[in-house]
Antibody, heavy 116, light 108 residues
Framework: QVQLVESGGGVVQPGRSLRLSCAAS????????MHWVRQAPGKGLEWVAV????????YYSDPVKGRFTISRDNSKNTLYLQMNNLTTEDTAVYFC?????????WGQGSLVTVSS | EIVLTQSPGTLSLSPGERATLSCRAS???????IAWYQQKPGQAPRLLIY???RRATGIPDRFSGSGSGTDFTLTISRLEPEDYAVYYC?????????FGQGTRVEVK
């Protein structure tokens, strides 16, 4: 069955960096685009970034552009989100999602807390 | 950027009642790119509807989607206890996603 498992979250000070991973299994990872979506505590869903199946096409939301980098390793069936220069506004649960246009499978999320 | 506005913010209904949730886009969106998700506390979003009206795998037929252009609707024909949750609409034009702010369906 399709599984997406995020890891790498935690508590980090403002200005520091963190890298999230999303391990995929149960499907042919290298044929799907993948997204990161985040949800601040008590708030709605906010799209963060997308990477095409082959990594050639990448887009970011304005709030993270220039600070976050999405990447993938198709040999390891893993998606990444490198987050630099974090601010308190980045505190959220980060979900990875498989996409065929829409997100048909999602991970359970990884909590990132940015606090001094 | 396409902005999605959902209404109402909260819907208070009793089990068995019909729920009608609205999603309005700031510009025309092809039906192909409209989806609806359900999210319960502490859980990931669950895809309910894609292509504006197509139910995802395993979704009960009490859930239906409709609409075109800028106005889209999610209808739950008869609320079951497990349907109380937050519902989000989403557009996925050009692989970039935006979400509505959500509608909470709560027990009256």
């Amino acid at each position: 069955q399709v599984q997406l498992v995020e890891s790498g979250g935690g508590v980090v000070q403002p200005g520091r960096s963190l890298r999230l991973s999303c391990a995929a299994s149960g499907f042919t990872f290298h044929t799907y685009a993948m997204h990161w979506v985040r949800q601040a505590p008590g708030k709605g869903l906010e799209w963060v970034a997308v990477i095409s199946f082959d990594g050639d096409n990448i887009y970011y939301s304005d709030p993270v552009k220039g600070r976050f980098t999405i990447s993938r390793d198709n040999s390891k069936n893993t998606l990444y989100l490198q987050m630099n220069n974090l601010t308190t506004e980045d505190t959220a649960v980060y979900f990875c999602a498989r996409a065929r246009g829409v997100g048909d499978y999602w991970g359970q999320g990884s909590l990132v807390t940015v606090s001094s | 950027e396409i902005v999605l506005t959902q209404s109402p913010g909260t819907l208070s209904l009793s089990p068995g009642e019909r729920a009608t949730l609205s999603c309005r886009a700031s510009q025309r969106v092809s039906d192909t790119y409209i989806a609806w998700y359900q999210q319960k506390p502490g859980q990931a979003p669950r895809l309910l509807i894609y292509g504006a009206s197509r139910r995802a795998t395993g979704i009960p037929d009490r859930f239906s989607g409709s609409g075109s252009g800028t106005d889209f609707t999610l209808t739950i024909s008869r609320l079951e206890p497990e349907d109380y949750a937050v519902y989000y609409c989403q557009q996925s034009t050009s692989s970039l996603w935006t979400f509505g702010q959500g509608t909470r369906v709560e027990v009256k």
